[in-house]
């Protein structure tokens, strides 16, 4: 098991067409080269172990003990040695290999980070090890998770038992990747499509450490091969639309939303149709959610981003949130005005008088809410310099849609705190336009007149349909309103 397993090391050929003369390897004094082998070895093409083989790891000599020359045959070794996958649920399962394996990273690791471009150029042969072991040690299937059925936002993380060991490999793929001594125009052939794709798959992990890492990796990956942008993007939004029409199920939104919203603060101006179709198709529909608590923050990062480029988009997201929002979820409705308050603050007064009127038509009932906490978060609007501002210029037809609400609070809301915000904002109205506070004060009193007017013909009505229809006698299969007096039932 051994020289098969040592057999499959990949060995720096003196011709073509060899396979027996292995990779020179010194002692610790690096002196005297190891004696050769006989088993054969394959090229370096091949040089990729089974997850089968577990056991035999031998580690290699250092790398400060080869020449210069030496040391990329080396670091194919040595990456070579690292695709074998062990089985980390049980610590104490082949402990002596695991530590080995473990210590070869650690060292690639200190290689890589180490590495300077005027003494040393990763080749294709390093490229495609390193690729190849990355995806054996990562690339990999989730088992089902056992909260499908809950929300997930108040569940312990799941943390990965192999995570120290995965740690080091993605903490040697980003290295590798930001090297200097990789060249991206080599190393795209093999940081391939296929290789973007595996990598945002791996975002579903349960292990936040995980997707912590993947969120760095993905970001460096975009910032260094521009020419899988597009690429990128489109795989994002691939996600995010089988998030929001099919499964509402996936862990990485967070962390995918947060890459994407450092995508979009370098997008130049102005912005092309697909960044804006991405905001209208993805970015709003995002916020219906069941689970958009556990990622709101990055969400509305990314949309504020998308109106500092180009403010006239803000129309455009205030009506996409009044479609989808949560009528019957307290705690979304505060988080809704929270972002409509960073949106209306950037907007022009040209793109706010385009949604004034249904925006406070949905504000007026949030300011009646019988939940405290959406109510005083929709009166906070006016603590805004900004808003209050555009209210002002457009008092004309934002105080008569507030009257009735403000008035209506003032007389029967049962909290305090909500009760105070209400007659302050009824004052700030009084003193923007007092004539046109009265007159829609005036309006109120009559509305509210007309209303009890005609409660009272209501009652009336029903009264007589009640009496006449008691006074008629029940015969055969006749409809009744109500029961005759004096019938039992």
Same mark, same amino acid.
């Given at each position: 098991?051994?020289?098969?397993?040592?057999?499959?090391?990949?060995?720096?050929?003196?011709?073509?067409?060899?396979?027996?003369?292995?990779?020179?390897? *010194?002692?610790?004094?690096?002196?005297?080269?190891?004696?050769?082998?006989?088993?054969?070895?394959? *090229?370096?093409?091949?040089?990729?172990?089974?997850?089968?083989?577990?056991?035999?790891?031998?580690?290699?000599?250092?790398?400060?003990?080869?020449?210069?020359?030496?040391?990329?045959?080396?670091?194919?070794?040595? &990456?070579?040695?690292?695709? $074998?996958?062990?089985?980390?649920?049980?610590?104490?399962?082949?402990?002596?290999?695991?530590?080995?394996?473990?210590?070869? /990273?650690?060292?690639? /690791?200190? !290689?890589?980070?180490?590495?300077?471009?005027?003494?040393?150029?990763?080749?294709?042969?390093?490229?495609?090890?390193?690729?190849?072991?990355?995806? $054996?040690?990562?690339?990999?299937?989730?088992?089902?998770?056992?909260? %499908?059925?809950?929300?997930?936002?108040?569940?312990?993380?799941?943390?990965?038992?192999?995570?120290?060991?995965?740690?080091?490999?993605?903490?040697?793929?980003?290295?590798?990747?930001?090297?200097?001594?990789?060249?991206?125009?080599?190393?795209?052939?093999?940081?391939?499509?296929?290789?973007?794709?595996?990598?945002? %798959?791996?975002?579903?992990?349960?292990?936040? +450490?995980?997707?912590?890492?993947?969120?760095?990796?993905?970001?460096?990956?975009?910032?260094?091969?521009?020419?899988?942008?597009?690429?990128?993007?489109?795989?994002?939004?691939?996600?995010?639309?089988?998030? $929001?029409?099919?499964?509402?199920? *996936?862990?990485?939104?967070?962390?995918?939303?947060?890459?994407?919203?450092?995508?979009?603060?370098?997008?130049?101006?102005?912005?092309?149709?697909?960044?804006?179709?991405?905001?209208? +198709?993805?970015?709003?529909?995002?916020?219906? @959610?069941?689970?958009?608590?556990?990622?709101?923050?990055?969400?509305?990062?990314?949309?504020?981003?998308?109106?500092?480029?180009?403010?006239?988009?803000?129309?455009? &997201?205030?009506?996409?949130?009044?479609?989808?929002?949560?009528?019957?979820?307290?705690?979304?409705?505060?988080?809704?005005?929270?972002?409509?308050?960073?949106? &209306?603050?950037?907007?022009?007064?040209? #793109? !706010?008088?385009?949604?004034?009127?249904?925006?406070?038509?949905?504000?007026?009932?949030?300011?009646?809410?019988?939940?405290?906490?959406?109510? %005083?978060?929709?009166?906070?609007?006016?603590?805004?310099?900004?808003?209050?501002?555009?209210?002002?210029?457009?008092?004309?037809?934002? /105080?008569?849609?507030?009257?009735?609400?403000?008035?209506?609070?003032?007389?029967?809301?049962?909290?305090?705190?909500? /009760?105070?915000?209400?007659?302050?904002? *009824?004052?700030?109205?009084?003193?923007?336009? #007092?004539?046109?506070?009265?007159?829609?004060?005036?309006?109120?009193?009559?509305?509210?007149?007309?209303?009890?007017?005609?409660?009272?013909?209501?009652?009336? &009505?029903?009264?007589?349909? #009640?009496?006449? @229809?008691?006074?008629?006698?029940?015969?055969?299969?006749? @409809?009744?309103?109500?029961?005759?007096?004096?019938?039992?039932?």
């Amino acid at each position: 098991m051994f020289k098969q397993f040592l057999s499959k090391l990949p060995r720096k050929s003196s011709k073509p067409d060899s396979t027996s003369d292995p990779t020179p390897q *010194r002692s610790g004094s690096g002196t005297s080269p190891a004696p050769v082998r006989s088993n054969s070895v394959k *090229r370096m093409s091949s040089a990729v172990f089974p997850s089968s083989v577990v056991a035999g790891i031998e580690p290699l000599v250092p790398f400060k003990d080869v020449p210069n020359s030496e040391k990329l045959n080396l670091f194919v070794s040595k &990456v070579s040695l690292c695709c $074998v996958t062990f089985d980390f649920s049980d610590q104490t399962k082949n402990s002596v290999e695991k530590d080995v394996k473990r210590q070869t /990273l650690l060292e690639l /690791l200190d !290689f890589v980070a180490s590495s300077s471009p005027g003494s040393l150029k990763f080749t294709e042969p390093a490229i495609l090890a390193m690729c190849r072991m990355c995806a $054996v040690n990562l690339f990999r299937v989730f088992p089902p998770s056992y909260r %499908e059925k809950n929300d997930g936002d108040d569940n312990e993380p799941v943390f990965d038992p192999a995570w120290p060991h995965l740690q080091i490999v993605y903490d040697l793929l980003l290295k590798f990747i930001t090297s200097p001594c990789l060249d991206a125009k080599l190393a795209k052939k093999y940081l391939d499509h296929g290789f973007i794709v595996k990598l945002l %798959e791996l975002f579903d992990s349960e292990d936040p +450490r995980e997707r912590e890492c993947l969120k760095t990796i993905l970001h460096r990956v975009y910032g260094k091969f521009m020419v899988h942008r597009p690429f990128i993007r489109k795989s994002m939004s691939n996600i995010f639309y089988s998030f $929001v029409f099919e499964t509402e199920k *996936r862990n990485g939104i967070a962390e995918l939303l947060e890459v994407f919203g450092s995508i979009v603060s370098g997008f130049a101006l102005p912005l092309k149709e697909e960044h804006k179709i991405f905001l209208w +198709r993805v970015l709003v529909p995002l916020h219906k @959610a069941k689970s958009v608590g556990g990622y709101f923050h990055q969400l509305s990062y990314c949309v504020t981003q998308f109106i500092d480029k180009e403010p006239k988009l803000g129309s455009v &997201v205030i009506k996409g949130l009044l479609k989808f929002w949560p009528v019957t979820s307290s705690q979304k409705e505060v988080m809704f005005l929270g972002e409509v308050e960073e949106i &209306v603050e950037a907007m022009s007064v040209l #793109e !706010f008088q385009k949604v004034m009127v249904p925006l406070f038509l949905r504000i007026a009932c949030c300011v009646n809410s019988c939940h405290f906490q959406v109510s %005083e978060r929709a009166l906070f609007l006016w603590n805004n310099d900004q808003i209050v501002n555009l209210i002002a210029h457009n008092r004309q037809a934002i /105080l008569p849609i507030m009257f009735a609400a403000l008035e209506k609070n003032a007389e029967n809301h049962w909290n305090q705190s909500v /009760l105070n915000l209400t007659l302050n904002v *009824r004052k700030m109205f009084c003193e923007m336009d #007092e004539d046109l506070f009265m007159s829609c004060h005036a309006r109120f009193q009559e509305e509210e007149a007309e209303q009890c007017s005609a409660e009272e013909k209501r009652k009336e &009505v029903w009264a007589r349909l #009640e009496k006449a @229809a008691s006074m008629k006698p029940v015969t055969g299969k006749t @409809a009744v309103l109500v029961t005759p007096l004096g019938i039992a039932c």
